[in-house]
């Protein structure tokens, strides 16, 4: 059995209601771990917005302690301006970032606690704002243990799984979702390897998940993003794991650009192809990927990487941050619910079927 991994924490509240948001600031890993202190929503926003916290979950606990720095300060004992505050944050929040849907799910439930409180004091629904971030937080915790329980048993004994960009404890409040599969099976004493792609333009795999791997323990490989063909063709790639941004009602799910070319390959090499993601990231009222809103970044970020220029300054660029994988090429989606598979409508119904239709 392997020791019991201490995972990153990728950000926590500290103190009470006049506390603030640790975070690590992700935008300067591997080279430099700095946690930030975070005092207002501000920041929180621009935290989101430039990926110093990043992925679905974790994107999710962020925006719920935003919205209690967003409004603790607010005087006045004028309830239902209270309450309008809080909703104020939320669209403002709401703005970050697009794909994710764990935004816009958690910022929903600040909103109904808000709104469900309106009886209290303004203080007393501060706190219990403050409480509902910290629940966020924890319950995403229990879910990403959850998802390793129910995933670990798909990755074999000696085998090797391919990952797509970051799906680990930096992208969660846990121990991740793709990557806590892994570190299940770890723990289990299970041996294994991962190839992790370098994911560009960002290098979520180069940076964060060889990072958080090899600090696990787990032996870790990294590869360039085109070579995920040649690995799955000469049989280096026993399975594919990768975490989603927003599953669709019909089990498409969309995740990191670059994951649905990786199911593509991995169904022509014969390679099963696994999504692992809370229910925090089913967008229920949507009923198939294709309504799933696509983040498009900057140009820069694919001319001028982490600054050195790399192609002519002002050449046009195509820059979605997000691709839709088809839940055809979707073998079981891991949730701390149990697995989805086969991936259709009716499955994704069946376990999930009880959330609500509509985030925000
Ligand atoms: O742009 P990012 O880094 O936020 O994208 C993250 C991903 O695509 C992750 O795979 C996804 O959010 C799942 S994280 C458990």
Known sequence: MAEHAEHARALYWVGGLDGHVAMIDQTLLPGEFVEM?????????????RLAVRGAPAIGVAAGMGVV?????????????FVAR???????????RPTAVNLFWALDRMKR????????????MKERLLAEAIAIHHED?????????????????????????????????GMG????????????GRSFGVYADETRPLLQGARLTTWELMRAGIDVTLICDNTAAHAMKVGR???????????????????????????????????????????STFDMALACGDEIPIEERSADEVRRGFGTLTSPEDVKCYCPAFDVTPARL???IITERGMIEPVTADAVSAVLGDLAGAVN
């Open 141 to 173: 915790e229990a879910m990403c243990r959850s998802i390793g329980d129910v995933g670990e048993h798909v990755i074999p004994e000696g085998g090797t799984v391919l990952t797509h960009c970051n799906a680990g404890a930096l992208a969660t409040g």
């Open 237 to 279: 790639i026993d399975l594919v794991i990768t975490g989603a941004d927003r599953i669709a009602a019909n089990g498409d799910a969309a995740n990191k650009i670059g994951t649905y070319g990786v199911a593509l390959l991995a169904a022509a090499h014969d390679v099963p192809f696994y999504v692992a993601a809370p229910s």
């Open 177 to 188: 979702t793709a990557l806590a599969v892994m570190y299940r099976a770890h723990e289990l």
């Open 37 to 49: 202190r975070i005092d207002d929503v501000e920041t929180v926003f621009d935290a989101i917005r």
């Open 113 to 124: 606690v808000a709104r469900a409180s309106v009886e209290l004091s303004v203080l007393d």
């Open 86 to 96: 809080v909703e104020q944050v939320c669209d403002y929040l709401a703005t970050s």
């Open 69 to 81: 720095l967003g409004v603790r300060d607010w005087s006045g004992d004028d309830r239902d301006g």
């Open 330 to 332: 979707i073998k079981g």
